[in-house]
């Protein structure tokens, strides 16, 4: 119509093709592609990343505990001597042709102290500890788990000697071929059993590990090499809860009517985070 008009004025008109300009659609089409492009990248830089060793740290000493720490758990204490003794000095170990279970598994209900046994043990021993979880290596990205678990034993291999702890391990060494259990966990074991008796070797380290679900582990987890030597850390005695309530209570400031014996008394069954 302004053409039309303009024409009958007499004005002349320069009519060029500019092509179309971008419509609201067009413009969030590509917002959507930008942003797609930046998860994908996103993932292929976490992945590249997940697997870095620098997640696996040892315990710095200030946070090392020794066996006056750990209350009761006398049994078990006494079934990890031969462990301080070997990373004390593993030339002796050697010099005698005698070797150091190479895999301890810590079984017992939650709160007993396991994870405080090794602690403990590292501390008693002077070497470093590297602390991991089970649940760390679970990821949905293929072959990260498996990349971690390289990380860790390559972590270990150059601070031995030294413990690599794994607490819960029983989400990590579950048992093969059970229902609901995905390939990339499986592929995650087979590293583990790998990485324990490979051809890298594992010399100087003792690989400690908890859970309180021994009956969910794989047979190859518990074979000879690996998690051979098992620890039962129980519920505390009478007398184990009084070493742990005493221990809990050395900077309490308490009443003169409180008395560790009775409460040690009146509380069977309780672990000692429960005390």
């Given at each position: 119509?302004?053409?039309?008009?303009?024409?009958?004025?007499?004005?002349e008109v320069t009519?060029?093709?500019?092509?179309?300009?971008?419509?609201?659609?067009?413009?969030?089409?590509?917002?959507?592609?930008?942003?797609?492009?930046?998860?994908?990248?996103?993932?292929?830089?976490?992945?590249?990343?997940?697997?870095?060793?620098?997640?696996?740290?040892?315990?710095?000493?200030?946070?090392?505990?020794?066996?006056?720490?750990?209350?009761?758990?006398?049994?078990?204490?006494?079934?990890?001597?031969?462990?301080?003794?070997?990373?004390?000095?593993?030339?002796?170990?050697?010099?005698?042709?005698?070797?150091?279970?190479?895999?301890?598994?810590?079984?017992?209900?939650?709160?007993?102290?396991?994870?405080?046994?090794?602690?403990?043990?590292?501390?008693?021993?002077?070497?470093?500890?590297?602390?991991?979880?089970?649940?760390?290596?679970?990821?949905?990205?293929?072959?990260?788990?498996?990349?971690?678990?390289?990380a860790l034993a390559?972590?270990?291999?150059?601070?031995?000697?030294?413990?690599?702890?794994?607490?819960?391990?029983?989400?990590?060494?579950?048992?093969?071929?059970?229902?609901?259990?995905?390939?990339?966990?499986?592929?995650?074991?087979?590293?583990?059993?790998?990485?324990?008796?490979?051809?890298?070797?594992?010399?100087?380290?003792?690989?400690?590990?908890?859970?309180?679900?021994?009956?969910?582990?794989?047979?190859?987890?518990?074979?000879?090499?690996?998690?051979?030597?098992?620890?039962?850390?129980?519920?505390?005695?009478?007398a184990d809860r009084?070493?742990?309530?005493?221990?809990?209570?050395?900077?309490?400031?308490?009443?003169?009517?409180?008395?560790?014996?009775?409460?040690?008394?009146?509380?069977?069954?309780?672990?000692?985070?429960?005390?």
């Open positions: 119509t302004d053409l039309e008009r303009w024409a009958a004025s007499g004005v009519v060029r093709d500019t092509g179309p300009g971008r419509t609201p659609v067009q413009w969030l089409q590509g917002i959507v592609l930008v942003a797609a492009l930046g998860v994908v990248a996103y993932v292929l830089v976490r992945q590249r990343t997940a697997t870095s060793s620098a997640r696996f740290v040892a315990t710095p000493p200030s946070r090392q505990l020794t066996l006056a720490s750990v209350g009761g758990a006398r049994e078990a204490q006494a079934d990890l001597k031969d462990v301080i003794a070997y990373l004390r000095n593993p030339a002796r170990f050697d010099a005698l042709g005698a070797r150091c279970p190479k895999g301890v598994l810590l079984v017992g209900p939650p709160g007993t102290g396991k994870t405080l046994l090794a602690r403990a043990v590292a501390g008693e021993a002077g070497c470093p500890v590297i602390v991991a979880a089970g649940s760390d290596f679970n990821e949905m990205y293929v072959g990260v788990g498996a990349g971690r678990v390289r390559k972590r270990a291999r150059e601070a031995a000697p030294c413990i690599v702890f794994i607490d819960e391990i029983d989400s990590l060494g579950g048992r093969r071929g059970r229902p609901n259990r995905s390939g990339e966990e499986e592929v995650t074991l087979n590293q583990l059993l790998v990485e324990m008796d490979g051809m890298a070797g594992s010399e100087g380290v003792v690989w400690m590990a908890a859970t309180n679900r021994e009956d969910m582990l794989d047979p190859a987890v518990r074979r000879p090499g690996r998690f051979d030597r098992v620890v039962e850390v129980p519920l505390p005695t009478a009084l070493e742990i309530l005493k221990i809990h209570a050395r900077t309490a400031p308490l009443a003169d009517d409180v008395s560790l014996e009775r409460i040690a008394a009146l509380t069977p069954n309780h672990s000692g985070a429960e005390l």
